[in-house]
C-alpha cells in the first residue's frame, strides 16, 4: 500500500504554504476580490493563489516564450503567466467563450500593463485551436476549461507543443470524483477517462500533483 504523506491541510496550514510563496500584487489581489464580489456563484474557477504563482513559475523556469490558455475566467492565470514572461518578448493566446468574464480579465491586464502580451480570443475553443498552426510552436499550455472537452483539447495541443514543451491540466483530481464509482457521467467522468487518456499517450511524459485540486504536468517527449 502506497504511504500517504501529505499532511492535512487544515486553515493554519494553508495560511502557512501561501505565506511561503510569492504574494499577489496589487492588481491579482483586486481580480482574486472583483471575482468573489461580482460573480460569486462561479468564483471557484478562479485558480487559488498557490496555482499562480506555480504558473508564473513554470513561464520562468520553462523560458516559455509561446503560451496558450484554454479557459480564462476572469484573468488571473493569464495574468500571472503573462508577468512572468520577459518585457517585450512573448506572447499568450487565451481561449474563452465568456465576453462577461474575460470583460474583467481585460481591464486587469491593462491595469497591470501587460494587455500587449495577450491575444484573447472569443470563440468554441475547438475552434480557435484547429485554427492555430498544426506545426510545434507552444513552449506551455495551461488546460482549465470545460471538463468534458479536456480529451479534445489535449489532443489538439500536444502537436502543437514543441519538443520539451509543457502541458499543465488543471482540476484532476476534481473534488476526488475520479475515485467514486458512483460517479458514472458528468465532469468527474469526463476528468478520470481523460486521466487515463493522458496517461497512455506516448507523447508526453507526465505527473500528477495534489496542488489545489489536482495538476496535471506533462513534457511533450521526443
Known amino acids: 500500500m502506497p504511504e500517504l504523506k501529505n499532511a492535512p491541510l487544515t486553515p493554519e496550514l494553508y495560511a502557512y504554504v501561501l505565506a511561503h510563496n510569492p504574494p ?29 504563482a506555480l504558473l508564473a513559475f513554470l513561464v520562468r ?45 481585460r481591464r486587469a491586464w491593462a491595469e ?19 485554427a492555430m ?24 495541443i500536444v502537436p502543437r507543443l514543441r519538443p ?10 476534481f473534488g476526488g470524483s475520479v475515485v467514486d464509482p458512483a460517479v458514472t457521467d458528468g465532469p468527474g467522468a469526463a476528468v478520470r477517462a481523460f486521466n487515463e487518456h493522458a496517461a497512455k499517450d506516448g507523447r508526453m511524459e507526465s505527473v500528477m500533483l495534489t496542488v489545489a485540486d489536482g495538476v496535471t504536468l506533462a513534457r511533450r517527449v521526443g
Not at 500584487?25 to 483586486?30: K, L, T
Not at 498552426?133 to 489538439?156: S, V
Open 164 to 173: 520539451g514543451g509543457l502541458l499543465v491540466v488543471d482540476n484532476v483530481l
Open 24 to 52: 499577489l500584487d496589487a492588481v491579482q489581489r483586486d481580480v482574486v476580490d472583483t471575482t468573489h464580489a461580482l460573480l460569486p456563484d462561479v468564483a471557484v474557477k478562479q485558480v487559488p493563489h498557490e496555482q499562480a
Open 133 to 156: 498552426p498544426a506545426e510545434p510552436h507552444l513552449d506551455l499550455a495551461f488546460l482549465d476549461a470545460d471538463k468534458g472537452g479536456y480529451i479534445a483539447y489535449w489532443d489538439e
Open 61 to 105: 523556469l520553462t523560458g516559455a516564450r509561446q503560451l496558450l490558455e484554454v479557459g480564462t475566467f476572469t484573468g488571473l492565470s493569464a495574468l500571472s503567466m503573462a508577468q512572468a514572461l520577459p518585457p517585450g518578448e512573448g506572447r499568450l493566446i487565451a481561449l474563452d467563450i465568456s465576453e462577461e468574464w474575460t470583460a474583467h480579465a
Open 112 to 130: 497591470a500593463g501587460v494587455a500587449d502580451r495577450i491575444d484573447l480570443r472569443i470563440a468554441p475553443a475547438l475552434d480557435s485551436l484547429r
